[in-house]
């Protein structure tokens, strides 16, 4: 006792000298209880007349006081002595002076920095192929193995990161005109995939079934189809705005000419092709791909039986007889002349256009080749064709209105330099006249005066490499060969070829030329290209003729099978080692180190609901509210967002604008008093408050797939 007494002691000593500065505060007068309807409570200042006066305060300091503490000593400088600890009080009604929204807006993650466009808005594009850019918003999510999937979205597409990029803004009109489709260029994409590869070390690329799927297209080369400028935007912001001011259907530039009618079967391509773009920026369900794969089945039939059609017209496979059970038809010999009768005698007429690469509206340069099959007779068509190329005829006509135009920026243009014969000028009002005369005999050669001509009406078949573009040309000039009464059809080398090589994308000319050993010199010459795609079509016609129903047929399907089971290993293993990442390259990294307390993140229970980007709702009535919509819990838990997926499980009521579906992982059930928010049991973050965690439902992520529906041609 006497040792506490002492302690006592010197610890009041230590701290009298702080009390002794204190200001002397008498006791409050008792006051009156009072029953009455007033607001009640003590208040914590003295009243004005009794609050203590600095004199008063100076008075009450005893003169033997002891040095200065450092509170004195402020004070004297004129230091306020305040508590300066900050209080907050909630009041009802009162805005908060905290908001999310007064945060810096996101900045942009260091990308390709795009160069400077001469487009103006409503300007025609220049490039060919596009992407909906509601689809690639949503590329993690619908096209990436979920291994990476997260990584790669809070990287460069959540948080705002994917609209806080420069993107060039293009839109195009349905027929119906009751919504336009925005889409940016595939060069744009391949942009994204490239940092997104540097970035996280992956190896992503657009996909021969993305493509198929619609992620990106190439639209029909007619005005009313093809994308227009719309702007360049750097945040969702700017999106927002673009997109809710687009030019109407019907809006063009100062000094577009006039379109030409738009053709039956563009139009159901247009049509096609923005129904499945429509499509992929939704969720789409098991009905959809199904009708994608039986389209794509009856596509690639379309395209073999206009393969063979144009082996029977050149004499290498014979016709099928009524009631004729269907066979494999032998090899011919190349050295010999065509053994089978040349189907119909027609004459095949190709056309390839050159236009400038700033307006393609203007055309420099026409090319035109033929090919009749009656001087093919009792001539063998050697190896690839190469005997039957002499009898190509072609001519070559340059526009003088544009002669000054020479393309030079995306190919290099090379009109001066037509290798088949003489080129010749013509005006862009006597083109049309000048190209009908190549559809009638003799055929793109140069007619002689003395020599008169049989009006024979000879059959026709109009052929091209990427034959629409070329018809859409001449039509615009003025000549339209679609209505020329003797027109059987249209052939397209870029589908012969994907035909032959079982491909399922176009290849370029130049390229087919390269496979068939075929010297392709100064190419984006109308004239040169228009006689290399005869001599394409030769090419690949005759080698099929020459192997197919051999042994060197089978290895060489063979050898395209394993090329492309090994490209899909490739990618599987590509994403198992994905998977893995984080698992094993962390084996040899310490012991493991000491134990790891468990910790339980407390969250408050809230008795009037919660709000977030999503929402949930559970068994005992709990009402959340969010962007997808509020919903006030009855019977199982629900959760509903923005654009997830539904899951079947305990949480069997989770429901999404998008529409996919697929069985999810079970989820806890939770108490009645619950309360939850989130994105609805999909992707992304979530918190709740339950007293188990909620989890995700695995996100259907998109694996190699291997298309085994192309037909054989033999």
Not at 343 to 362: G, I, L, Q, W
Request: aromatic share 8%; with cysteine; proline share 7%.
């Amino acid at each position: 006792m006497p040792d506490s007494a002492a302690r006592l002691a010197r610890l009041r000593n230590s701290v009298q000298s702080d009390l002794d500065v204190l200001p002397h505060r008498p006791p409050p007068e008792p006051e009156t209880i009072s029953d009455d309807d007033t607001s009640g409570g003590v208040t914590l200042q003295d009243p004005p007349d009794k609050q203590p006066t600095p004199s008063s305060v100076a008075d009450s300091v005893p003169s033997s006081a002891p040095p200065l503490t450092l509170k004195q000593a402020a004070k004297e400088k004129g230091t306020s002595d305040a508590n300066t600890e900050r209080r907050f009080v909630w009041k009802q009604g009162a805005a908060s002076s905290y908001s999310l929204g007064s945060q810096p807006k996101l900045s942009a993650l260091p990308t390709t920095k795009l160069a400077r466009t001469n487009l103006t808005k409503g300007g025609l594009a220049q490039q060919k192929y596009f992407t909906p850019i509601a689809a690639l918003a949503k590329y993690p999510y619908q096209f990436c193995n979920k291994s990476c999937m997260q990584d790669i979205a809070s990287a460069f597409f959540d948080a705002g990161k994917f609209w806080a990029r420069e993107w060039d803004l293009y839109y195009v009109w349905d027929i119906e005109e009751t919504k336009p489709l925005i889409l940016v260029s595939e060069t744009q994409f391949e942009h994204l995939l490239k940092e997104i590869n540097s970035a996280l070390n992956l190896g992503l690329r657009i996909t021969h079934q993305q493509r198929e799927d619609g992620l990106v297209n190439r639209f029909p080369d007619h005005p009313r189809c093809l994308p227009r400028y719309l702007g360049r935007t750097h945040s969702k912001e700017e999106y927002d705005s673009m997109t809710a001011n687009v030019p109407s259907a019907t809006w063009r530039v100062a000094g577009e000419p006039a379109a030409p009618s738009l053709q039956a079967r563009t139009l159901e391509d247009f049509k096609q092709m923005m129904e499945e773009m429509w499509e992929l920026t939704k969720n789409k369900s098991k009905a959809v791909k199904e009708k994608k794969r039986l389209e794509r089945i009856n596509k690639q039939k379309t395209f073999t039986d206009q393969f063979k059609r144009a082996q029977r017209y050149l004499g290498l496979r014979a016709t099928a007889q009524t009631g004729q059970l269907p066979t494999v038809p032998a090899a011919i010999d190349p050295s010999l002349p065509a053994p089978f009768q040349f189907d119909r005698s027609v004459v095949f007429v190709c056309v390839d256009v050159e236009s400038y690469e700033r307006a393609h509206h203007k055309i420099t340069e026409i090319g035109i080749a033929t090919l009749d099959t009656r001087d093919l007779a009792d001539v063998a068509p050697g190896p690839d064709g190469v005997k039957w190329r002499a009898k190509i005829r072609a001519q070559h006509f340059r526009i003088q209105n544009h002669a000054h135009l020479v393309n030079s920026e995306f190919v290099s243009g090379c009109p001066d330099r037509f290798d088949f014969g003489q080129s010749t000028w013509t005006t862009l009002d006597e083109a049309p006249s000048r190209v009908a005369d190549c559809f009638k005999p003799p055929f793109a050669a140069r007619s002689d005066p003395s020599v008169e001509y049989a009006e024979e009406q000879r059959n026709l078949i109009f052929l091209g490499h990427d034959t629409i573009t070329d018809v859409k040309y001449l039509q615009q000039m003025g000549f339209d060969p679609l209505k020329l009464p003797n027109l059987l059809e249209a052939h397209d080398t870029a589908t012969m070829y994907r035909v032959w090589r079982r491909e399922q994308n176009p290849t370029k000319l130049g390229n087919i030329l390269y496979d068939f050993d075929i010297p392709g010199f100064n190419l984006h010459n109308a004239g040169n290209d228009a006689v290399f795609t005869i001599q394409a079509m030769l090419g690949i016609c005759v080698r099929e003729a020459t192997i197919r129903g051999s042994p060197e047929s089978k290895n060489m399907r063979e050898e395209q099978k394993v090329a492309k089971l090994a490209q899909v290993q490739a990618e599987a293993k590509q994403a198992a080692e994905d998977l893995a990442f984080g698992w094993s390259d962390h084996e040899a990294d310490g012991d493991g180190g000491g134990p790891e307390p468990i910790v339980i993140k407390e969250t408050p229970i809230t008795t009037n609901g919660s709000q977030g980007n999503g929402s949930s709702s559970t068994n005992g009535g709990g009402l959340c509210r969010g962007r997808g919509g509020g919903s006030i819990g009855s019977g199982r838990p629900a959760s509903q967002g923005n654009g997830g997926h539904q899951g079947h499980s305990s949480f069997d009521g989770a429901s999404a604008r998008g529409g996919r579906q697929h069985p999810g992982r079970p989820q806890p059930s939770v108490r009645a008093r619950d309360q939850g928010s989130g994105r609805g049991g999909g992707r992304g973050r979530a918190r709740n408050t339950t007293d188990t965690p909620l989890l995700n439902d695995d996100f259907g992520a998109s694996r190699p797939q291997v298309c085994n529906c192309l037909i054989d041609i033999s």
